[in-house]
C-alpha cells in the first residue's frame, strides 16, 4: 500500500495538483478547524506554494481576523500553510455551491459526500485534456470509493 501512496502522490505532484490537494484538505477541515462564527465568514479560496488566501465577507471580519493572523497559521501549518492573505470575497455563495453541486452530481453520480465532489472538481478544473481529465477523474473516484469502503464499519 505504502508504495500505491508514493506512486499517487508523485502522479498529483507531476500533474502539478499538489496544492489542489491541499486546499481540499483545508476546505473540507475548515468548519473543524475554526468554529462558528469564524467559519461563516470566512473561506479558502487558494492555495500556492505554501500561502493560503483566505476570502472574508466583510471588511469587519477581515480587521478582527488580522489580529489574529499568526494563531491561524499555526492551525493551518499541517497542511504546509506558510502564509495567509485575506480579501474581501465570497463566502459560501449558495447560488454558486448549487450550480456546482449540480454539474458535479452529473459527473459524479455515485460520489455523494460533497468535500469529496468539490474536491474532484477542484483537481480536474485546469485540466484541458478531455482524454487524461476522465482518466483522472476515474482513478480519483475509484480511490475515493475504497477510502469510503474501508472506513465503513470501523466505528463502535
Known amino acids: 500500500m505504502e508504495k500505491a501512496d508514493s506512486a499517487i502522490y ?19 477541515s475548515w468548519g473543524a478547524i475554526f468554529q ?16 493560503l488566501i483566505i476570502n472574508v465577507d466583510s471588511p469587519v471580519w477581515l480587521q478582527q481576523i488580522n489580529f489574529y493572523k499568526t494563531n491561524i497559521i499555526k492551525k493551518l501549518s499541517r497542511f504546509g500553510v506558510k502564509d495567509i492573505r485575506l480579501k474581501l ?3 459560501n455563495d449558495q447560488a454558486d455551491r448549487i450550480k456546482k453541486d ?19 472538481e ?3 478544473s485546469s485540466i484541458k485534456d478531455t482524454e487524461l481529465r476522465e482518466s483522472i477523474i476515474q482513478a480519483i473516484r475509484k480511490g475515493l470509493r475504497r477510502r469510503h469502503g474501508s472506513t465503513q464499519g470501523c466505528n463502535p
Open 10 to 28: 508523485s502522479l498529483v505532484k507531476d500533474l502539478g495538483m499538489e496544492n489542489a490537494l491541499r486546499l481540499y484538505h483545508i476546505k473540507a
Open 36 to 51: 462558528e462564527p469564524l467559519s461563516l465568514h470566512t473561506s479558502p479560496s487558494k492555495f500556492t506554494d505554501g500561502v
Open 89 to 91: 470575497g465570497r463566502v
Open 102 to 120: 449540480q454539474h458535479a452530481q452529473s459527473v459524479h453520480h455515485e460520489i455523494t459526500d460533497e468535500a469529496d465532489i468539490s474536491f474532484i
Open 122 to 124: 477542484d483537481v480536474v
